[in-house]
């Protein structure tokens, strides 16, 4: 795949949002308050950060070459405000503990295996993500994970890190 088809499929993706009718930017993200290892993850706790919200389960594929991404971004990021949420999809806590054995998270993980949260968000695939601006605002829903596409991402994220 070339870079501008790559680019083209990340844009396109990008751009969906999870409110029926509400364009990227106009609506508030879903709030949520789930359990995590440290205690509950509730995203009105990150308001004036700009958070990368990744969705996945221990039998994602895609999801073993996103979490080294991720932790990354975190690295490089969180100090400029940003914080990355992961949340947990998997009905077994140990399928979980065990992705997470092999795959370790340097980011917040919360548990929703339920899936309430996947669907408030419109998630119909693993693994997606979804940037939450500091003001609460989701700014862009992302279906997948390729490896190809994260320099497009992390400039889209470092363009969101610059806004107030």
């Known amino acids: 795949m070339t870079a501008a ?11 969906t949002c999870a ?3 509400a364009k990227a930017g106009e609506a508030l993200a879903p709030g949520f308050d789930l359990p995590g290892a440290q205690g509950r993850v509730q995203l009105s706790a990150y ?3 700009l958070v990368y919200l990744d969705f996945w389960a221990s039998w994602c594929g895609p999801c073993k070459r996103s979490f080294p991404w991720m932790n990354g971004l975190q690295q490089r990021h969180g100090g400029a405000g ?7 999809l998997d009905a077994k806590g140990e399928d979980a503990a065990a992705f997470l054995s092999r795959v370790p998270a340097a980011f917040t993980i919360a548990y929703d295996p339920a899936g309430a949260t996947a669907r408030a968000y419109g998630i119909k695939g693993m693994p997606s993500s979804a940037l939450i601006g500091r003001d609460g605002k989701l700014l862009w829903l ?13 400039a889209r994220i470092q ?5 107030p």
Not at 5 to 15: E, F, K, N
Not at 142 to 154: I, K, R
């Open 5 to 15: 088809v790559a680019g083209s499929a990340v844009l396109a993706l990008a751009i």
């Open 19 to 21: 409110s029926a009718g």
């Open 47 to 49: 308001r004036g950060k």
């Open 82 to 88: 940003l914080q990355v949420l992961a949340i947990n």
């Open 142 to 154: 992302q279906s997948g994970f390729n490896d190809n596409d994260t320099a497009a991402l992390e």
């Open 159 to 163: 363009s969101a890190l610059q806004q």
